[in-house]
Structures are given as structure tokens and as C-alpha cells.
DNA sequence: TCTATTCTGTGCCTTGTCGC
DNA sequence: GCGACAAGGCACAGAATAGA
């Protein structure tokens, strides 16, 4: 077995290819709206594809359909369906405007342009079914397909290609034809010629192995021309109908089967990158890469698309500040170094206040100090439905946050009166002068008179003298001595008056 | 117990090779 | 040129497992 050929890509430099196109005209309703499965099996289980949404227009809310069904007999359109139908709209780029039918082409120049064997008998059979299948796949709009030119939604049933007539086949007018014919139907055709397009890179388009990916490139193209190259939101489940993928009932497999697609698209520049939310919807952002960009760019200047984009109400472009605040960033985190899963973060950030948030973590912090059994086996788990059903914290936890309340306010009143104590001193130290000599000894001088006496050693006038310049040739003299001194008066405890 | 994620298998398609 | 066949890829579904 050798190596699998990838999907065509217009980076293999091979021989007798026919120069593509850079841009192709893709008609806008069919990159905005679905028509081709992006999976073999999807296109063998699907029948019909619905795309519905209640919008307003001229001030009413009206329902929106578009619906595209399979014939009994050919299938559903295939991804490689759309492929070949890409390869049409490269022959149709190469011819000028107005467009006519019949469209003139081979199957050799379809093999060529998507890069397959252009000798194989099997692989001209699968074109030539393609064909057949997408001609036969119905399409019903109301209200969802824009004629430009009549410049309204048009309600109708019609197919995208009116049909094809094949080499040897008889044409309408009886004749044979001489060559393939394709008759492209009037909406189609109408839309195109009034220049409702979407130039899209043929090669990059090509390059891309993922279906999904091709898909969302063309999708995305378009929107992000709506948002003027800002970043674009959409639901998941909008995202689906307008693929269209199969929905998924959980968030991973939504990811997953997406995953890849944005890689890809992320790979190529396409986008920069691709960010879930899980709120409200399961959102999807898209931001626009260098890729996207320069195609923007090339279209503006080229003044190629004037298209009425939006088809609903629903998500448009959002501006690039719809990051969370430090502080919910800063509870993500923290919550995610607790075990919870990102995306349970997000949602338990968005829908629970900073308060609540926090509390339940300072509550969890404390049981796993203290080796609560509560957080022994599924500590996130615990985490999670605290905060879900705001648990009130248990009594040991609410004593211990008292007694630590307690004994922080006696610190800080014993913070307060050693300030307080500090300011009288000082102040003394400054007034010391105002007060006499011998008011400030008058204390200890009494003091040392009631001990002689009744130690029956009463002191004469003399003595007392004496005593009395001993003690104040004692006081001090600097500031700093006065401040020691002075700091004997006021004990470092503060007294039971103090506040 | 419910929800989400991961793993694995299924069905289908594409591609290349080989032989007639 | 054509058919048969094998290998690999892809999207998807369901079972098993982990997490909340």
C-alpha cells in the first residue's frame, strides 16, 4: 500500500495541471445557507437538511426555512459532490459575465481542477453521479434565499443545477449534444449575474483535507466580511444547521468533531484561533487570521461583494473585550488549580457572584487543612456543588473564624494604643519644659518620704533636700533619655479605657 | 446519580496497485 | 480501460470510564 493521496492540493507541483483559478465565484446564499453533507456516512443517513430560524424583518418576527432533500434514488449531496460542484464554479469564474446557459465543460477538466486521475473510468462515473446527484437535490426557501436582483427573500422550490445533459444525450432542442452541458437554475444563475458572490481561494480551498474545514472556510469568509474582520460568534447549534454536521449532545464531542477543522484552519492562518463558551449556548468565536484578512482586504479594494449578510437576527459580530474581568480570570484560576475542569470554571464564574465564589473557596481551603473527609475523595467535585448550592460552612470552621476574629481585633487594638502611647510620649518629650522641675520629681520624692517613714527612718528638711536634688539631677537630659523615662509611665498593655 | 470525556469500533469513501 | 482488492482516513456512535 502507498502513501494516501491526500485531497487535491494546490501545492503539488505536478504535471498538465490546468491553472486554477486564484478566485472563484461562489453565489452567497450557497456559502451562507447548506446544501452539501461534509461526510460520506452523514450523506448516506441524511435525507434533507432544514435550516430554520425565527427572525424580524420590516418590524415582524417571521420563521425563516430553508430546506434541502435528497431524491430517493440519488442520495443526499456528498462531500465530494461539493467538490466537483467548486470545480464548476472554477470553470464558471473562467467565463465572463453575463453568464449563460448551457455551461459547457469535461470531465477531464473537472478530474483536473480536483486533481484525480483524469483516466480513470470510475472516477468520470463519480463526477458524472455527482452531477446527477446535486441536480436532483431539492431546495425549498422561504424567506431564506436573497435575490439581488429583485432585491428580496424569495419564497420558492428549485434545484441548483436545472439539469445536465452528457455527452451523446439529447439536448432541449433536440439536437445532440456534442459536449457536457450543465443548465444552471434560474435563482442560481439570476444571483450570480447580479454579482451576489463571494470570491473564495480556490487553492486554499483545495488545501484543505477536512471537509469541515472547506466548509467553514467559506462560511467564515463571508461573516467575517459582515463583521468587518472582527472577531465572529455563532452557536453550536446554529453552526450545525448551517454546516451541516450532526449535533452533539455534549460539549467534548462537540469539540472533538470540530477540533481538527479549527486546527487545520488555525494551521493555515485561516483563523487565528477558534474560542468555546460554554455560556450561553455553547458558542463558538471565530477570530479572523492573516489569511482572512488579506482576502478582506482584497475585497474591499476590489469592491467585489456587496451582499446582504445577515439573514436573522442572531450572533454578529462581537467586539474583542468580551474577556472576563481580572478578578472572575483570577477565581478561574484558582478554581482550575483545584481540580475543576475549565469549562466547569467558566460556568460557575459566570453564573455565581465573586462573594459567594470566594467564600465557598476559603471554606474549602480550611477542610482540606484540616483533612476533612468531605474533601477527601472528590475534592472538585465538593468544590463545585458548594458552590452550585452555596453550602453554609460547618460550625468548626465558623468557631475557629470567630476565635481567629477575636483575637485578630485585640492585636490590632494593642497596633492602636502602642501608636497611641507612642504620640502622648512624644508629645511630653515636647512640653517637657512646661513642666517644673520639681512637679516632675514630686511623685518619686513622696514616693521615697512614705517608705523611710514607715521603715521609722522619718527624713529631716534636710534630707528631703538633699533627696530632692539627687532626683533631679537624675532627670534626664536628651530627648531620647526623656523619652525613656517617659515611657515608664505608660504601660505597653492599653488600659481597659483605651477604645 | 448524572454528566462529560475518552476510547474504540463501524461504515463509508478515497486512493493506489495489480491483473486481465 | 476496467474491476477487484487492500490500506488508510474520516465522521460518527456507543461503551467504558472519570469527574462533578
Known amino acids: 500500500m502507498t502513501q494516501k493521496k491526500s485531497l487535491p492540493d494546490s501545492t503539488d507541483d505536478k504535471e498538465e495541471k490546468l491553472p486554477i483559478p486564484t478566485f472563484i465565484k461562489s453565489e452567497v446564499n450557497f456559502v451562507r445557507l447548506p446544501f ?36 430517493a434514488k440519488f442520495g443526499y449531496p456528498t462531500p ?35 486533481n484525480i486521475d483524469a483516466d480513470s473510468g470510475r472516477n468520470y462515473e463519480m463526477v458524472k453521479n455527482a452531477l446527477i446527484r446535486t441536480s436532483f437535490a431539492g431546495i425549498q426557501s422561504k424567506g431564506t434565499f436573497y435575490s439581488k436582483n429583485d432585491k428580496r427573500w424569495i419564497e420558492d422550490a428549485f434545484h441548483l443545477y436545472d439539469r445536465i445533459v452528457f455527452i451523446g444525450e439529447t439536448l432541449p432542442d433536440g439536437s445532440i449534444a456534442e459536449s457536457n452541458y450543465l443548465f444552471l437554475s434560474d435563482w442560481y444563475l439570476k444571483s450570480l449575474n447580479s454579482f451576489y458572490i463571494k470570491p473564495l481561494d480556490y487553492g486554499f480551498f483545495l488545501s484543505l483535507k477536512s471537509n469541515i474545514a472547506g466548509r467553514l472556510y467559506e462560511f467564515l469568509s463571508l461573516q467575517f466580511y459582515g463583521t468587518g474582520g472582527k472577531p465572529y460568534s455563532i452557536d453550536y447549534h446554529k453552526l450545525c444547521q448551517v454546516l451541516p454536521i450532526v449535533e452533539q449532545k455534549y460539549l467534548s464531542k462537540a469539540i472533538q468533531n470540530l477540533e481538527s477543522a479549527h486546527e487545520e484552519l488555525i494551521k493555515k492562518n485561516f483563523i487565528s484561533k477558534a474560542e468555546w463558551c460554554e455560556k450561553p449556548n455553547w458558542t463558538i468565536v471565530y477570530y479572523p487570521g492573516k489569511k482572512a484578512k488579506e482576502e478582506l482586504k482584497s475585497a474591499e479594494t476590489e469592491n467585489q461583494l456587496k451582499v446582504e449578510l445577515s439573514i436573522s437576527d442572531g450572533k454578529q459580530a462581537i467586539d474583542s473585550e468580551i474577556e472576563l474581568s481580572q478578578d472572575k480570570s483570577e477565581i478561574i484560576e484558582n478554581l482550575i488549580q483545584k481540580g475543576i475542569a475549565k469549562t466547569t470554571a467558566i460556568r460557575l464564574a459566570n453564573n455565581y457572584s465573586d462573594d459567594r465564589l470566594r467564600r465557598q473557596i476559603n471554606i474549602f481551603d480550611w477542610l482540606v487543612r484540616n483533612k476533612s473527609p468531605l474533601v477527601e475523595k472528590n475534592p472538585a467535585g465538593f468544590l463545585r456543588k458548594s458552590i452550585e448550592e452555596d453550602y453554609q460552612p460547618p460550625k468548626e470552621y465558623l468557631d475557629q473564624r470567630d476565635k481567629e476574629a477575636k483575637e485578630q481585633k485585640g492585636k490590632d487594638r ?30 518619686r520624692l513622696n514616693f521615697w518620704i512614705i517608705s523611710e517613714t514607715m521603715n521609722n527612718r ?14 533631679i539631677d537624675c532627670l534626664p537630659k536628651t530627648d531620647d533619655e526623656k523619652f525613656e523615662y517617659l515611657s515608664q509611665k505608660y504601660l505597653e498593655l492599653p488600659p481597659d479605657d483605651f477604645e
Not at 43 to 69: F, Q
Not at 458 to 471: A, G, H, V, Y
Open 36 to 71: 452539501f453533507a461534509l461526510s460520506r456516512k452523514d450523506s448516506s443517513n441524511r435525507t434533507e437538511t432544514e435550516y430554520r430560524e425565527s427572525t424580524e424583518r420590516d418590524g415582524k418576527r417571521i420563521e425563516i426555512l430553508w430546506t434541502v432533500t435528497a431524491n
Open 80 to 114: 465530494f459532490d461539493k467538490k466537483v460542484h467548486k470545480a464548476i464554479e472554477s470553470i464558471i469564474s473562467r467565463k465572463g459575465l453575463p453568464i449563460k446557459n448551457p455551461i459547457d465543460f469535461s470531465i477531464y477538466e473537472i478530474c483536473k481542477l480536483l
Open 414 to 443: 494593642q497596633e492602636r494604643w502602642l501608636k497611641r502611647r507612642e504620640k502622648l510620649i512624644r508629645q511630653e518629650v515636647a512640653n517637657w519644659d512646661q513642666v517644673s522641675l520639681e512637679e516632675r520629681i514630686k511623685g
Open 458 to 471: 522619718t527624713p529631716t528638711s534636710e534630707q528631703i533636700e538633699i533627696k530632692k536634688k539627687e532626683l
